[in-house]
């Protein structure tokens, strides 16, 4: 009966014997494990049903890594290769473990935290649990620290650092950051500050003595491998009736099922696959002749998806955040050996990775002139780059627009880019935004940083570069020379500027000499067929003038012969005047010379200081001489003309006396002022003027001015008759002296 029971498969005896078998052989299996023999065990493992015995397999697993956490990486390795073919299987035994480190942490057991977050880095090394897992135990373990949350987190950091660093290096920051400030600020025991400080010589070590995976336990491809994202505040199951025996209603189907997945992981087909060759060769033989025919209607599909572009993005981000400094980030790049189409996105990369950041940092700007240099296909796409930036530039916010200006100031001031780039630039209002306003200011002010005023003039004076700046400093519309120099004056640029103002200023006469050429070639066909009508009439008017100017001569003639006869003897005095000047100041005076009076004033003023003084002392003493009635009968005569003749011909007589007896000192003195330059002479003659209108503003003074000469010599006989009688007292105090007498 028992026997009969035995060999009844379906029967409870018989699944139980095997379940009991199963539970042997696993846990054998498991705790004989180590690096030389993992392949082997996995192989045996494998002939077992380990999909009936997963709860089987789980618990033995933990069980043999808590008994011996030092062997946790072989432990985690077999995980790994059973995770990948049974993920079932992996993801069961991670959510036991999580389970067992939760029940540790709130009953404050140090050891099994010590075992399951040990086993769980190890899992994070090959790749079966996501690195969220190990960031938030970190966190948990550092939230409220103690020396033994601290202990725990050190050692759970020293097995999984060095993957954390390479997967989430901003995460093992802030852990790292929280060590610090426990060190410094909380109150923990030595020991556990001196763990502190070894983590820190571990990191800056580069985790050396403790790699990912250890050599000869790295046996799964990381493209086969199954990751769990299991988070830590999660509810599972640990599925404990997976660890019991229970009856199985279909054992029979699930084994052979089982037979069907071992044989294909383990290939144990290849001994009758020898035999369906033979069979299956005129099968092939149809296949082939069917995938002929498929071939040929193959329709090719283009991936809009841009799956590698982001991949390729994503390469150049990483690359670029990871350098020190541009040298090693240009290495890195060019080590990478992308095609050359893809040039121009490394560019953009290049220019977006800047333009994300909050200020300009000069590392973009070295990185981007570091490429121009090393090929010339870098440096034309940077140029196509700048034409498309400042078509688009309204579309940027300040802060990019800024890092982008910015940017390719230091590339036109290091030359990395031709400055040919400036030919989009057109500097207009209808042209112009406000972004793209804002782009040219900081870029200008920028390159005016780093070159200074004069030699950014000098570079924009370029005769060779003059035609890529016509739009950056219009002269085609005076509106956007007047433009551009506002604009440039306002950001305090106004130096850049000279050459516009200057063509600002001359705009106007080049537009009335355009205007004139236009005309005068306009009137040049005009001209030449009425040129033998002009010429006859230039010949009538010269006939006429010269019979104008006979007439104005014969005039002329007629009134200076009227002149001559009222006064000969004044026209012989002026005539040696008269050559000296110059025939226009002669026709100047022309007209004074018809009233008699004028001229006398005339040739008073041009009468010398001496002559003057000399007249004056004569006419006093001819009035002296005359009684004063006579004087005064004189006076009320003085309209009379003929009187005026007499007067002025006796004054030119004494004149003429006068000059005749001058001494040659004198004459040498009245030549050297006519020698002297016309100004002085000028003067001369104003200030004579003034004397003459004194002397002559009225003849009623003539009198008054005797009088003050005769009460002058008056004083002067006064005088020198007390000096006489002075000198005759004193001679006759002196003769009768004692002194004298002896």
């Known amino acids: 009966m028992m026997q009969a029971q035995i060999t009844d498969k ?20 498991i705790n004989k494990v180590n690096v030389s023999n993992i392949g082997n065990i996995i192989h045996e493992l494998l002939q077992e049903n380990i999909v009936r015995g997963r709860g089987l397999l ?22 790994a290769i059973i995770n990948s073919k049974f993920p079932q299987i992996g993801e069961l035994i991670l959510k036991r473990l999580i389970l067992n480190f939760r029940k540790g942490y709130r009953r404050n057991d140090k050891q099994q935290c010590l075992t399951a977050s040990k086993f769980v880095a190890h899992l994070i090394n090959q790749n079966v649990a996501h690195e969220v897992l ?12 103690t020396d033994d949350s601290v202990e725990v987190a050190i050692s759970f950091l020293k097995d999984c650092g060095l993957k954390l660093t390479e997967v989430s290096p901003r995460g093992i920051n802030a852990i790292f950051e929280r060590l610090r400030n426990i060190l410094h600020e909380s109150e923990i025991d030595k020991r556990v500050q001196y763990m502190i400080e070894v983590m820190f010589a571990i990191r800056k070590d580069g985790f050396k003595d403790h790699p990912i995976i250890p050599e000869g336990l790295d046996l799964v491809e990381e493209e086969d491998q199954f990751t769990h994202m299991l988070p830590l505040e999660d509810d599972y199951n640990q599925e404990d009736i997976l660890n019991v025996f229970k009856l199985d209603p279909d ?6 099922k089982y037979k069907e997945i071992k044989k294909e992981i383990l290939d144990e087909g290849s001994e009758s696959g020898s035999d369906d060759d033979a069979d299956g060769s005129d099968e092939e033989d149809e296949e082939e002749g069917g995938d002929d025919d498929e071939e040929q209607e193959k329709i090719t599909i283009h991936d809009q998806t841009e799956v590698n572009l982001v991949a390729f993005r994503r390469t150049i981000y990483l690359a670029i955040q990871s350098s020190l400094d541009f040298e090693e980030c240009a290495h890195k790049l060019i080590k990478m050996d992308f095609p050359d189409s ?16 909050r200020t300009y940092e000069k590392f973009f700007g070295l990185l981007a002139g570091r490429f121009c240099i090393l090929k010339k296909d870098y440096m034309e796409s940077f140029e196509a780059i700048f034409k498309e930036q400042y078509e688009t530039i309204h579309r940027l916010e300040t802060n990019k627009l800024r890092n982008v200006a910015r940017m390719f100031a230091h590339l036109l001031y290091t030359d990395s880019v031709p400055w040919s780039v400036l030919e989009c630039i057109i500097m207009s209002e209808d042209t112009t935004t406000s972004s793209s306003r804002i782009f040219v200011k900081i870029l200008f002010q920028e390159l005016c940083a780093y070159m200074g005023l004069p030699k950014l003039n000098e570079r924009l004076k370029d005769v060779t570069l003059q035609q890529y700046f016509e739009g950056l400093f219009p002269r085609d ?9 506002n604009f440039f004056t306002s950001i305090g640029l106004g130096g850049l500027t000279d050459e516009l103002r200057e063509h600002l200023k001359n705009a106007p006469k080049m537009i009335m000499t355009q205007k004139q050429e236009v005309e005068s070639s306009d009137s040049s066909s005009s001209s030449s067929s009425s040129s033998s009508s002009s010429s006859s009439d230039s010949s009538e008017s010269s006939d006429s003038s010269d019979s104008d100017s006979d007439s104005s001569g014969s005039s002329s003639s007629g009134s200076n012969s009227n002149v001559g006869a009222y006064s000969d003897s004044r026209h012989k005095k002026g005539q040696s005047r008269r050559k000296k000047r110059s025939p226009k100041s002669a026709s100047k005076k022309q007209p004074l010379e018809n009233s008699p009076r004028r001229k006398r004033d005339h040739s008073e003023e041009c009468e010398r200081p001496a002559d003057r003084h000399s007249s004056k002392t004569s006419r006093h003493k001819e009035r002296e001489r005359a009684s004063p009635d006579q004087s005064r009968k004189d006076q009320p005569s003085r309209p009379n003309r003929d009187d005026e003749d007499k007067e002025f011909d006796s004054r030119k007589e004494r004149k003429k006396t006068k000059n005749n007896s001058q001494s040659e000192p004198d004459k040498d003195r009245y030549r050297s002022r006519e020698e002297e330059p016309p100004q002085s002479r000028r003067r001369e003659r104003s200030k004579s003027k003034e004397r003459a209108r004194k002397e002559t503003c009225g003849r009623d003074g003539y009198k008054n001015g005797v009088e003050k000469q005769g009460e002058k010599s008056d004083r002067e006989s006064r005088h020198s008759d007390r000096y006489r009688d002075a000198r005759k007292t004193e001679d006759r105090h002196r003769d009768g002296s004692p002194r004298r007498r002896r």
């Not at 054992?251 to 052979?256: G, P, Q, V, Y």
């Open 10 to 29: 379906s029967s409870l005896a018989y699944q139980r014997m095997s379940w009991e078998a199963l539970k042997k052989s696993i846990n054998g299996l």
């Open 58 to 79: 789980a618990r033995s697993t933990l069980q043999a890594q808590s008994a011996s956490p030092i062997f946790s990486h072989v432990y985690a390795a077999l995980v």
């Open 134 to 145: 190990c960031l938030e135990m970190l966190t948990l373990l550092l939230e409220r620290p």
């Open 477 to 485: 519309n005076p509106r956007n020379t007047r433009f551009a120099i």
């Open 342 to 357: 893809q040039t121009k996105e490394l560019c953009n990369m290049i220019l977006d990775c800047c333009a994300q950041q």
């Open 251 to 256: 054992f029979l189907e699930n084994e052979e």
